[in-house]
């Protein structure tokens, strides 16, 4: 029995199932006498694997079918400077939400004009524009947003409207709510946070948006190039692909996207609520409506107090709830994989650590 709850904000916890079953197999892969790592990427045994993995995110997700889903390395980042360089013609907006964007974009204006619509930065990147409140000029090629802010702990909860192509960070959300995918017409996730280890990134590109790529990029920045080849170019990081085919299996077994959603709105419930009742101990830094279910993020009085509740935290199995070091406190990591009872239990510490201490 695991006697630690897991908060990591990434690489975070994955499912048992998922991980006993790669370790169950890990030395004779469906009787080839070898583990997956070992065998040709080009071979049908690997290639079920690889297929398997996109037709699951495909109909987990609920994908048109001229959705392209494709695996690159280079984590999300990469794709920061990806987009622009495959679709950036003169101008393009982003809007800033925290970090991540703040770094997409900085990326991005290597490429060209960036027009950044930012947003409650001077109140610590706690709340998330309306739609309303969005600027949508045609002159720019794209807009792009992060779905959730991993380091503020904010999440949207409805999505830009436009005739510009919509393209999204969905790092830390992607697969955790029943939204409508096909909304948007490039999303990217690293595959770390909800959806297997590092080492591999999902992109799901519409077949219309995908024809806009600029056709002079170097092939293993391009994703035309990825499309055509299936994610093939090259060896793909087949482990990883791996580990997120059973993680996507998981998902399945538990009864889909819908199931898991309601399962993340319980666990973050009971977080909030464990703020929203400790009168003032503790402090969530995200306003109430713009509250990420993935990351639940708060502060105590001071210092030594955080300091104190971390390490009590931690002498309780509690792991991986220090804040991001931009912005210090308490993040709960509460991704698709962390059990509704991990969340229970550090709820449970909340109530009795204030007790304890005021
Ligand atoms: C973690 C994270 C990233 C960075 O991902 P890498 O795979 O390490 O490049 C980017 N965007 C968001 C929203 C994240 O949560």
Redesign the pocket.
């Known amino acids: 029995m695991k006697n630690v709850h897991n908060f990591s904000a990434?690489p975070a916890a994955l499912p048992r199932q998922a991980l006993e079953k790669a370790q169950s197999s890990l030395l004779n892969y469906e009787e080839s006498q070898v583990s997956i790592m070992e065998m040709s990427h080009r071979s049908k045994t690997y290639e079920n694997v690889h297929f398997q993995a996109i037709s699951r995110l495909k109909s987990l997700m609920k994908l048109d079918e001229d959705t392209h889903i494709l695996f690159f390395q280079?984590?999300?980042?990469?794709q920061f400077s990806m987009v622009p360089m495959n679709f950036l013609n003169n101008q393009s907006s982003y809007v800033l939400t925290g970090v991540?964007s703040e770094?997409a974009a900085n990326e991005a204006k290597r490429f060209g004009t960036i027009d950044v619509q930012t947003h409650a930065k001077e109140n610590g990147y706690s709340t998330i524009p309306s739609p309303d409140d969005l600027s949508y000029d045609d002159r720019n090629s794209y807009l792009h947003i992060?779905s959730?802010?991993?380091i503020y702990g904010t999440q949207w909860k409805k999505f830009p409207y436009s005739k510009l192509p919509l393209v999204c960070?969905?790092?830390?959300d992607i697969l955790s709510r029943d939204i409508d995918y096909n909304a948007f017409d490039l999303i990217y996730a690293?595959a770390?946070?909800n959806l297997g280890p590092?080492g591999v990134?999902i992109v799901a590109v519409k077949d219309s948006f995908l024809k806009n790529a600029h056709s002079d990029v170097a092939p293993m920045l391009s994703y035309q190039t990825f499309s055509k080849s299936q994610s093939m170019y090259n060896t793909p990081p087949v482990f990883s692909i791996y580990m997120l085919n059973l993680v996507l299996e998981w998902i399945e077994s538990e009864g889909g996207v819908s199931s898991i959603e309601a399962r993340n709105e319980k666990k973050a419930s009971l977080l909030y609520d464990a703020i929203d009742r400790s009168e003032g101990f503790y402090r969530g830094h995200a306003e109430k409506e713009a509250r990420s279910t993935m990351n639940v993020t708060f502060n105590l009085q001071h210092d030594d107090l955080e300091k104190l509740f971390l390490q009590e935290a931690e002498e309780a199995g509690l792991i991986g709830l220090p804040g991001h070091r931009l912005v210090g406190g308490i993040r709960a990591s509460i991704y698709n994989a962390v059990p509704l009872e991990s969340c229970e239990v550090l709820a449970a510490f909340m109530d009795s650590f204030k007790r304890k201490h005021t």
């Open positions: 990434g280079g984590g999300a980042n990469l991540w770094k992060t959730n802010n991993t960070d969905m790092s830390s690293g770390q946070k590092a990134t």
